[in-house]
Structures are given as C-alpha cells and as structure tokens.
C-alpha cells in the first residue's frame, strides 16, 4: 500500500532535493564557489495561486521559483531567485548590513575553533579547567543578535560556554562565566566578553537524566504498565502528496527552513460545500528574551525562526517514540553550506488520537442520552534550539477548531553562580551554581485568512456588563452583559493587546456573508489565554528588535513576501527601524477593512525557572483555539457516530432501537464482575 | 482478582448504604415522617483527623456522623447531626428563611404538576399548543433563585417550559415564553410570569441529534477508523478501599452530594518522604448567571452545586462509552426523600491515559537524545444540570501537576424568539425561533493547602519589568524582569483578581521549608488563565447572592465546615447579606500568614453562544495546573522509563548501550518500507 496518488508537484510542495539541486548548479554556473544558506520555495505569489486553486485544470501552474540566499567570499551576502522550469536567475541582489539565518553548519564550526583559542584556553585555566581538558569544553554558539559594539557588517557568534567533566554528563549544570565572540568570516575568536565578577566552573556532583545516572541513583520506576494505541484498519485520513484530506477538511502540509510547518489552503467540505478557512497558517518568528541585565546576557533574546529556523533545527521523528498508533511522516530536504542535500527524515509526524468525549446528553427525565467520541489529527514536528525543545502541534478538531498547541521542554539555558549570590530575581538557582535565568517565550502566529473568501475583517470582542447601572428600566436586576465589538478599521487601530477580564478574543468575519439565524458575520474566532506581556521595556534592544511582540494583535492588508514579522534576515538587526510588521503596519492608515488581511499574534509564557525544571524540563504545555462562530448552520459533528444513544421514545421501549457502539476493548480495572452499568 | 484489599471504614468515606439507613432510621424514630434531602457524611474536624492520618494504629478513629437535612411537614426545615455509632442525634436545628438544596424527585414533580394546571394549560394555548397536547409539554424546573416577591419562606421553583412536537424531538428548539412558579409544599402553581411581548412557540421543523434525525439528512459518516486502546496488564494504580495510589500519589477519593468527587489527604511520595500537597480539593461551588436583563431571566444564574448538587446529579457511567482502556468505578449511595437508597453506579471512574511527551532532549553536536513519554490519571465524573453536562476530571501528572479540568457539552438553555427580533447582543438566535443568552460558567475550586505541612501562605506573583530605566546601569538595554510577589497577609488583602498581562499567579509556599537551591518557599502555583470578571454589576442579584465570585482568589483561615462560598443552604438566598465567603472574609483583618489557609479560586468561561452550540454543543474544554515551584529538589520524573536513550557515549560507540523501548505497536499509516527512521 502506498500512502498517495502519485501526483505532480503541488505548488504549495516545498523544492524537492532535485529541485534544489538544479538551483545549486545554476548559481554555481553563474557565481561559482558560494556557501548556501537558503535554497527554499518562493511561494507562489498568491493572486496567481489562488486562480490555480480555484482552476487547476484550466489555468497555468505557477511557476516553481527557487528563493537563494547565498555567502559569498568576503562575506558578501546574495538574495536570489531562480526561475526552475527556464534555469535562470531572476533577481541578484547583495545585501548590506544584513545577516542571513545561521545554520546548524555554522553553528558547528565555533565549538572546535574555541577549543583551540589561546585566549578562549587562557579563560578556561581561569575558571578552574585545566588546559588539557578543552575536549571537555563545549558551547552553544548563538547568533550575536546585536551587539553595538561590533555592528552588523561582520557575521558574528557568541558563544556561551559549558563545561563536561564526563563525556556523558550536561554541560548545562557547568556554564562558564565568559563569552566568546566568533567571527563567522575569518573563522577565529574576535573578542571575549569576561565579566567584572569572575565565577569558577562550579564544583559540584553532576545531576544527569540518563540511564546509567538513573540506575545509580534508585533506578528506574517498575510500575508502569502498557497503554496500547492500535489501529488495526489503518488511519481515517489519505494524502494526495502533501495534500491531507480528513473529516472535512482538506489542506496541504508545506514545510520550510524557517517556519518548519505551513499548512496552505485550509477548507472544510461543509455538507459538499468546500469553504476555505485559512489561506496560510504558521508559526512566523518566535523571541525569547532573558531577564537578567547583567551584561552581556542582554544579547540573550533567540529569535529561533528568524534567525536558526525551526526547518534547519528539527528533529527526525522515531516510529513509536514521539507519537503511538498509525503514523505518516514527512521528509524535509535542505541545502547544505557546500550545495550538497540534508535530508532530515521523518521532519513531520502526521497521526490521529483519541480526543475523548465530543459531546454528550442526558435527559434527566428519562435518562434518554448520548454520547459521541471526538478524534483528533495532528500534525507535529519538534525542534531543538539548542539547549530547548519545542513541540509543535496543529490539531485539527471534527466540529471545525484548529488548536495550535506548543509543548516546551528540553533544558534550561543557565549560567554559572556563587551558590550563594543573589540573583535579584533575575534568575533561580535550579541546582548549585546554576543561575536558570527568568525569560519569555513569544511565539507570532501568522494567520493569513481566507474566511469564506479572502475579504475578511477583524473585530476585537470583550464581554462586558451593560452600561445601565442595577435598578434603571434597561438592567433592572444588574445582570445585563453583551459581547461589544469593536472594528479594527486600520493597521494602527489593530494594534492591540490581551485583557483577560473581559475574556477578549478576536473575530475574523467575512461581514458580506451573515449567518441565516444569528445574522451575525461567518466567522473564526482567535480565543488565546497565554498572552504576557513582552517584558523588555520600550526603547529597550529587544523591544525594538522584536516590534512585533509589542501587542498581542496586529493586523496588515496581504501582501507577497510579508512572511516573516521580524523581517527576513534576523541576525544583527539593531531594530533601527524595527524590520518586518512596524513597517508593514507603516504609519497605521492602511484600511483593513473587508480586504484581505492577515493577522498576527504574539502568545507565549513567561518562565520563572524553578528546580523542577532541572536538569530537563517536563514538558509544559501551551495553546489556543482558532473557533468556527456564525460560520457553519449548526453543530457541524452530529454525523459523528454515536456511541450510545437512547431516544425517550427508546427508552419507553424498554431500550429497544438503541445504538450501541461502545468499545468492546475496554476492561474493568480489576475485573470485577456485575460493576458495569446495566443497559437499558 | 479484587480491586481493593477490603479495608474498614476510612473516616472519610462517604456514608455506606448501611449508614444512611441507619441515620434515616434514627431520624424517623424521633421526628416520624419527613422528607429526606441530605444524610451525607459530616467530615471528621481536621484537629482530630490529622491526628488519626498522623498515626491510625494509636489514635482514635474519628467518629462517624451523618451530616442531616430533612424536610418536615409544614416545610419546616432542619439541620442534623447523628452519631452513628451510639445512634444519637447531636443536634437538631430548625432553619429559618433558609431553603436546601432542590433534590433530582422534587424536581421531578413539577412537570407533572404544570401539565395538568388550568393557568399552565391556558398560556400553552395562548402560545398555540393545543391542551389536548399537554403531554408534549415539558419543563425544566429551577430553583427560583431569589425573588423578591416571593422571598424565602415558601420553597419555590420556577419551570422553564418548552415544548416537544415529537417524543424524540429534543425541546429546547421550542422554548415557551411563560414561567410558571411552584410551591414546593403546595405542590401546585402559585403565579406564573407572563412576559409583556408575547412569542407563540416557533413553528421551525426540528432539528434533531438522534440517530434516525441523523439518519435522514445524509446519515453518519462512515470514515472513522478505530483507534483501540487496551492494558493487556492492567492498571497502574492500586485502591485500597476509596484511596489510591499511582506513580507516588496517594489520596482518598471520597465523594458528596453536594460537590461530587472530592479528593483528601493528597500526598507525593518523594523518594520515600511522603509529603503532604492538599488536605482537601473540591469544586465548592459555581454559579451560572445569564445576562439577558428582559423579566424574569434575572432568575436565571443556577448554583448548580448549592442549589442541586454535583452528587445528586451525577451521571452513571459506562465502560467504553465515557473513556477508553481500562477503568476502575466507584459508586454513590444517596437517600431518597422517603428514606430509600438511591444507588448511582459507576458515579467515578478512574483510568489512565497516555500523556505524549513527557521530557525529550537532543543534543544537536551528536544527536544524542532522550525521549520519555508521559502518563496521566484521570478521576471523573459528569453531571447533567438540566440542558447542561460538565464532565469534571481531576488529572495528576507524573511530575507533581495537578490539573483540574472541565468540559461543558450538552444543550443550551433557550428562549424564544420571533424570529426577526433584535437580541439586543444579550443573545443568539442559534435556530430559526430560538435565542441562546450570554452566560457565564463561573466555578469555585477550594484548595485546601497542605504544603509540606499546614501552615501555608499565599503569594500574588507578577511578573514584570524592573522599575530602572532603560540606559540606566541596573537595566542598561531594558531586558531586566522579576516575579514580583506580594504576600497576602490578610483575608482583606487576598481578595485579588486576574491579571493576564503580567502571567498572573498565585503561590502557596510553606515559608517555613525553603529550597535547599533557590532558598525560595516549597510551594504549589495556581496557574489559571480563564478567569473572566463576574460580569453582573457590583449590587446585582447575582453579584450579592455569589459573593464568592467577585474576585478571582481569596483566601481563609481553615475552620471546620466552611466548605461552600454561596453558603450552606443556597437556594432563595436573597444576599442581603452574602452568605458564605463573604463572611469567612469578615472584615479582612484576620491573618492567613504562616498559618492553615484555604484558597478559593473562582475561574471559568464567558459564553457568547453560536449556532455551532446548537442542537447539541461540542465540548469545550477548560483547565488550569497546580504546579510544584521549588517543592521537589530536581526534577521528579527522570526515573520515567524512557523510550529511547543513547548518550554521546554511546553515540561516539556507535549505538550500542542505547536504550530502546519504543513502542512496537505503532505503524506506518500506510505501510511504507524504509521510511523509518534508522536508530544508530
């Protein structure tokens, strides 16, 4: 059994490893030796598309354009297009004062170089490593973000360094007290950021999650027995490519270096209806400041996708390890530094779950009931940015909600403490001498609507009291309380943040399309409850690097190419201007009213590390909900398969015309008899 | 094999068959013939208990007492305590103006009643119900709340009619516009609101979620494929008696008329140290105001614990209909009103569930990796409050979480409507005829705290920017943030509320034990992020008769029998004054620092109903997390078997002494060769 129609390529379908390969060789054609930091899809651009989508048998298929982005000697960075079909290269262009994204390649490299260092060696002997054991020295280089220091011309690193005293141990328990600066070009250690109080390598007994550690210390737990996840007809979904068809709705899974998952043309088949939902969803950038002033942990603010990329960092996904049942995986093929092909295998875990009760009623008179089971897909990868995890899931619902949820875990990011210093509450100590610092993790999802069609606008709702105090004519009893909308008519007026109060959420309506019965417009609603504040001040690096964090919500007209809300090259911006959405949303006039827009939330957690998370972090659970309301006539799953029901008319029957569907798998505990509910 | 080692009476198990019977028994022997409307188990008092929990084999077992309410003829109302073992009654109180809770048979009654009064007869006629079709017409009876014409002493309920066209229709499409009002004692009709604007019943076909309705607009789908879950080895937790051990929790499972399930004695066992988390967790109260002001909808703002109790409207459950694998049951035994037992089987049930991914990391130098998966225990039960069902699970994680969580699904309370009406925004039209009001699912959970000991204090945690300036030395680039905590020292100061912008939450610290690490307090957080304002205005009905609700966290010193915020007895409370928490708060000076505290969180949703609710609403789910801080010493759940384990070691060994337990269940969706990954 195959898993699909053999089918052409999909426009939607990331560059296949030939694909990325022609590209390859017709820059180095044209260019010769270059470094490839990027060889992507370049979307089509979405007029043409959405005619294809509407057509595809009678309209041109957009053309595939691969999106380049190389490093030439001397540093010099290139955007480039390439038409594929033709071999040329349709647009060159060097950049100045621009980074591209670091690879995993690059990040590499500063590991060895610093090992070698004299200077590097010299701060090491001072934190109590003897010279000898620089094989027991690692870092995890970071992009510099920015450093105004050393500007943006030169591509830089910095590397945070941690020391192993066994090849086994987490190096994440010994941080060092000084940082590195790798120049990327010249490949050597420029500076070193030391501080003014120095910090020995701490002493103490190493804390470490694997087998032999756990053996030594009580050995594993013995009382967990199996739970079996079995899907003996196979899954309820079929793929076309990357096209994924199941229970209504239909959408295709593209993957890139950057974003990792985007998921294209999201419909759902309303009773033979086919209504798109949602043009484009994915995680567009994410940022995680560190709280602690100390310089230079100022310079600690990822911006995994913009400037590491959730494509490059993802992890290959293991059968019967990240996820049980019936999986279906996707590959990702990526270009490498020399124009060679990585393939991560398995980048993409597809599967369905359980998802418990779907709904469910008892009539208390009679106890006429039913009940119906819901399921749910998901389509997840994970990625590693260095020392954290991020779990990324796009659950789809039966009854028409989408549910991205991110599941955090992974190992703190930590440096080197007294162990007894304060740490003013910037930080926690999680196990002697190990400062976890206080830091946010601010994800942007782009949603790029297309609510039963692409004129779509925003209102932000609060449920709030009625303005007529207790004993007037209009609210007598006090109890009076309404939804009040509020249009966001402009990019400025978008610009808005959480108030959960009021439980606000925001609504993407098509207002020319009124539901028959509410007369209210079709519509998604955004309900999102994990939305922090960013808490670098304003005027502050971070506040200016990472402008899109600044509100919870914002909203643009669409735009090509307006993908990335951080901008397009991240590293070393020194947010002046800020890149990406404050531009786009430019002096705030641009009406965004009944058009096609495309909004952006910022959500994510605030964490105050604690012990528990140490030394790796149970995963910790994050998400929101992408709400169908006035869009569809009525509860859209009563077709679901119940399984029981017992109508009124049934019961008087003494239970005769029941359905029963309950599962047969399912056991008493501890095998008692005559425990289970008598039917009817 | 048996569940249970059989165990004697623990002192906080519910009261036996045997006990209510005895206590119904005595009661009879002294006040003849009364209606019975509680005999529940009076809690031992916490001194005398923990004594007992402290050492059982040498201290007294606290007494058995059953906690009695009666009616007697006359409605005369009173209040009881029996001592089982010597068969006396300890007290014996006649209330006042006080109504208790409404029972599942007095509700029962009303139905019947209105279908053959002539003033009930004569509005279905006027809204165009033929009297020959009386038996069509159903109706929901509620407590009357509070209504100042009618006050207290009489024990009202009012009947929210509807209409069913067909015996399997389901009647909440075909609400009436008229309410009558029921004496309790009278059994009869004593008024009936009339509402000024008069609405014949809609006339709309039926919509309908059975199997036959279903069946005639296109059928069930039939693309589901099964997902089976089994435990070919049983369960993970053993029950000795009521009281459950699973993957170092232990607790007692007792369970009430009132608020159902409620957990005891909580306690983790931390590598031998038992250590007690929670004396007691229960869902205490919640109330459900709706908030369209028109006359007599103000009534309509259900206590559905203290006006109908969680227990006494449990549903029974069923093996492989309300959760999959295997599951364990526990029953509930309660009195009729004539002095009966009235059993609910299978009134809990406890299972297990996979949890996905507990911790993972990978090392991105050699792709040494980590990956454990998680497990979860799940206590529920579901109740169906008239044209609602909350499924209420309590869930522990393995890593000390614990997670209430809620998920309401069943129907809508409706109203109806011309169908051209304007709802002023205080409702929907879900269907042709039929308006849904704006509500509020506003629950109260009391946490009473046992942190490593009784004597707790709770902090607010914000966490925001420090104060110092951007560019000045303390916060030169502006990153610089801190939880910033304040203790709440008294009743007074506790009264707080939900703040969504600085990740709000609440610390239960034992101040007395810090962390030998982060030298901060052992505690449990409130994580909670759907905490919308109770939106009745300040001097409301509503907003006086739920005082508990006007905050989002207060705290109490412990005193026995302060167990439910809206008070003891709710029904036809009028608030004048606020029963309950606010007068626990009293005048706010009490101290609750460093001493045995109790939380009251109240937490919930705003409801601005959508057609997609409509007939029958998918469930929507509400959580929050009670999380240890600084109460383990590291992270408690690396001795979880993981799925797989190689370490760089291992790697540089090419795999071997790897760790590999994943899961050889899972398969390929589509059977693909080769496209696993392939493990070193």
């Known amino acids: 059994m195959v898993s699909a129609t053999p089918v052409k390529v999909h426009p939607f379908d990331p560059l296949s490893a030939a694909e990325i390969e022609s590209a390859i060789s017709i820059v180095k054609k044209t260019h010769g030796d270059v470094f490839f930091n990027v060889v992507s899809l370049r979307e089509p651009r979405k007029a043409e598309m959405t005619k294809w989508l509407e057509n595809p048998t009678n309209t041109p298929v957009p053309a595939r354009i691969a999106d380049v982005v190389v490093i030439a000697p001397g540093g010099k960075v290139y955007d480039g297009l390439i038409d594929l079909a033709s071999g040329k290269i349709i647009s060159w262009e060097l950049l100045d004062g621009l980074q591209p994204i670091i690879t995993m390649e690059e990040l590499m490299l500063v590991e060895k170089i610093c ?57 994440y328990q010994y941080p060092l007290d000084f940082c590195p600066i790798f120049d990327a070009e010249k490949q050597e250690i420029i500076a070193i950021d030391i501080p003014k109080k120095r910090r020995p390598v701490s002493r103490a007994a190493p804390i470490n999650y694997h087998p032999a550690a756990v053996q030594k210390t009580g050995g594993y737990r013995t009382n967990l027995k199996p739970i079996n ?91 019967g390890c990240d996820c049980k049942g019936s999986i279906h995986y996707l590959d990702a093929e990526f270009p490498t530094r020399s124009g060679e092909i990585r393939t991560i295998k398995n980048a993409i875990c597809i599967h369905e779950e359980d998802s418990g009760i779907l709904f469910k009623h008892t009539d208390f008179r009679d106890e006429s009931v039913i009940v119906t089971r819901g399921r749910k897909l998901i389509v997840q990868q994970i990625f590693t940015a260095a020392n954290y995890e991020y779990a990324i899931q796009w659950t789809f619902h039966q009854d028409g909600t989408i549910q991205p949820e991110i599941k955090l875990t992974g190992i703190l990011n930590t440096y080197t403490m007294d162990p007894n210093e304060d740490t003013y509450g910037y930080g926690t100590q999680v196990y002697p001498g190990v400062n976890a610092h206080n830091h946010q993790h601010l994800f942007c999802l782009r949603i790029d609507a297309n609510v039963d069609g692409p004129n779509n606008t925003v209102f932000m709702t609060d449920v709030v009291p009625s303005d007529a105090p207790v004993g007037s004519p209009e609210n007598f009893y006090g109890n009076a309380f309404y939804p009040k909308k509020t249009k966001l008519s402009t990019t400025g007026e978008s610009k808005t943040d959480y108030d959960g109060t009021w439980s606000r959420t925001w609504e993407i309506c098509n207002t020319n399309k009124l539901h028959p019965y509410s007369k209210r417009p079709s519509s998604y609603k955004l309900v999102s409850r994990e939305v922090p504040k960013l808490l670098p001040k304003e005027g502050s690096l971070v506040w200016k690097r990472a402008g899109f964090a600044r509100h919870a919500v914002q909203v643009t007209k669409y735009r090509d190419d307006q993908l990335w809300p951080a901008g397009r090259h991240v590293p070393q911006t020194s947010g002046e201007p800020s890149l990406g959405l404050p531009e786009w949303i430019g002096d705030g006039t641009e009406s965004i009213d009944n058009t096609d827009v495309v909004l952006w939330h910022t959500f994510g957690v605030t964490h105050v590390p604690s012990p528990e998370d140490f030394p790796v972090m149970p995963a910790e659970p994050m998400t929101l909900l992408l709400r169908p309301r006035n869009f569809f006539t009525n509860n859209p799953v009563m077709d679901v398969p119940p399984s029981y029901s017992v109508t009124p008319s049934q019961v008087a029957a003494n239970g005769q015309g029941a359905v029963d569907a309950t599962d047969k798998m399912s056991q008493l505990a501890f095998g008692e008899a005559g425990c289970c509910k008598a039917r009817l």
């Open 115 to 171: 090992r070698k260092d004299p200077k590097v060696i010299e701060q090491c002997v001072i934190s109590g490593i003897s010279k000898e054991d620089m094989h027991k020295v690692y870092c995890d280089p970071w992009t510099i973000g920015y450093d105004e220091r050393h500007g943006n011309k030169i591509r830089l690193q910095q590397a945070l360094m941690y020391y192993r005293p066994n090849l086994d141990d987490c190096q």
């Open 229 to 319: 996840i079995t899907q003996p007809e196979g899954v309820s979904f079929t793929m076309n490519g990357r096209e994924i068809e199941w229970q209504n709705w239909k959408f295709h899974i593209g993957f890139n270096y950057r974003e990792g998952i985007v998921l294209n043309n999201i419909t759902f088949n309303d009773k033979g209806n086919v209504r798109p939902i949602f043009y484009r969803l994915s995680l567009a950038e994410m940022v995680v400041p560190y709280g602690n002033p100390e310089h230079p942990h100022q310079r600690k603010h990822a911006f995994d996708l913009g400037e590491y990329g959730a494509g490059y960092m993802t992890n290959s996904l293991s059968l």
